[in-house]
């Protein structure tokens, strides 16, 4: 038991005003942590600062936030200054924080006019006001959730628009393993990001030029919460994965005085946040990186799983390193902004999702009015993040099961090279999909129509199933430096039916030649 949502602010930003409205909206019961206190305490806000002394008053008021997110499930507003208190603030750490600002003349205003006994504002408003804002404005960016400006706006739109964003889609997915994090899907996350950020001692933040959009937002509030902020900005694209980029960004971390105890923030699509998870993983052996990824296909696959890297002559991800991230944070709002095309690339990794492991991804996709939709996508991404944790806290160095998310992608990786990134990688994964289908139905461990399903699939999303833009003999070449081969026998990933993959080793020249047809090589 929580509370849906935890209010804080500085005195008069209207904590309670909107907390009350919030709560009575939602059908929910509403708490303010002074009124707890005195409750529990048995004696006024100003007894208890006049005979205990401040430190008493939120020793009191911790144990009351305490009792509240253990035994609450409504609507919870915290006095201004209880962020203040070392263990309060531990206990925020996972729970729905909003943060209501205000400007210090509005707060001032709203001080003045009330009836509110507040101890620390009763001489000089603007100054104890002025004075709070310098003391607590950090803390309450560093462990807010979400942000609303109150200022001189009618109370019911701010109601409204916390309520929004209350009732929007939001989960959260752990990864385990020997090191544990979160992935959170939802929508207008950036205090959620700098909430994590601000356990660090300072920031890299690595983006493109074409996502300094979602960035920027990242950089402000870090820099609010008073967290020492660098930026290194990199090659859009597969352009960014490459030894000279990486150079470059040890140079970048070393100017930031990037430490051990510091934080890469990777923002941006799969390209970016494979180099910025491998630029962390390099980094002084190792720093802690956050992963913001903004398109689909980064969501579903690359921010998630702690593999990192960069691109070689001879491959794909070939130079790299497992190194998890401490957080993923994945704003379905940076979608509405893609291309539809590198929506449909993404969703050519979702659809392997479903292969391999949830059928109901399948599903949605082959009977929904439109498999494309907000609602559909939300899906796609949470189940899809679901396989992958599944995998990844059993086997991060796939050395096991998560040898099976590569299910289609020893042909995609050909394609790929090969077309020298002009085919996308989702793309190319679909290809490779039904490319693994046949084979498995060449080699006899897959029955007849499993490459049929797959195309079936895959139309729904307007995705290729074929390819002629390179030759059998190179792709075969190709092949023979993927990651899966052991003593050079090429291994595919495929399936006996659906959701029960296999590894098969070595297929014969003529299972691979019927494999090959059926994709047009």
Known sequence: MAPRAIFIGMPGAGKSTVGRRVAK???????????????????????????????????????????????????????????????TRAMLADQHVVLIEATDEELTRRVSRSRTVRPLLQHNPRQGIQRLR???????????????????????????EVVDHLNSSYTRIPVGGDQPYDVVIGR???????????????????????????????????????????????????????????????????????????????????????????LAATWLRGVSVIQVPTTLLAMVDAAVGGKTGINSTHGKNLVGSFHPPIGVFADV??????????????????AKCGFIADAEITRIISESDDPLSDAALFEH????????????????????QREFLNYGHTLAHAIELSSNYGVRHGEAVSIGCVFAAALAEAAGVAPAGLADHHRAILARLDLPTSYSGVSREDV???????????????????????????????????QLDAAFEEVGL
Do not use: C
């Open 25 to 87: 909206t939602l059908g929910l019961d509403f708490r303010d942590s002074d009124e707890l206190i005195v409750t529990r305490e048995g004696m006024s806000v100003e007894d208890i600062f006049s005979t205990r002394g401040e430190s008493g008053f939120r020793e009191a008021e911790a144990d009351a936030i305490e009792w509240a997110i253990n035994e609450f499930d409504g609507v919870l507003a915290l006095g201004g200054g209880a962020v203040t208190h070392e263990r």
């Open 134 to 160: 310098r003391q607590r404005s950090t803390i309450y960016h560093s462990v807010a959730s979400y942000v609303v400006l109150s200022d001189a706006r009618p109370v019911a739109r701010i109601v409204n």
């Open 188 to 278: 207008e996350l950036v205090n959620e990001v700098v909430r994590l950020a601000s356990t660090k001692a300072a920031s890299l933040v690595v983006f493109s030029e074409d996502v300094r959009r979602y960035a920027e937002p990242i950089i402000t509030e870090l820099t609010i919460a008073d967290i020492p902020v660098a930026t290194f900005v990199v090659p859009s694209g597969e352009d960014a994965k490459t030894a000279r980029v990486i150079i470059d960004g040890w140079s970048a971390a070393g100017e930031a005085g990037i430490g051990r105890d510091g934080v890469v923030i990777a923002i941006g699509g799969g390209a970016t946040t494979d180099m910025g998870g491998f």
């Open 333 to 350: 709002d940076t979608l509405a902004t893609l291309d539809p095309a590198e929506i449909r690339a993404g969703m050519g990794e979702v």
């Open 381 to 400: 991404i949470a189940r899809s993040v679901q396989v992958k944790a599944d995998l990844v806290s059993a086997d991060l160095r796939e050395s096991g």
């Open 476 to 510: 075969l070449a190709i092949m023979h430096s993927d990651k899966k081969v052991r003593d050079g026998k090429l291994r595919f990933v495929v399936l006996r039916e659906l959701g029960a993959p296999e590894i098969l080793v070595a297929p014969t020249s003529e």
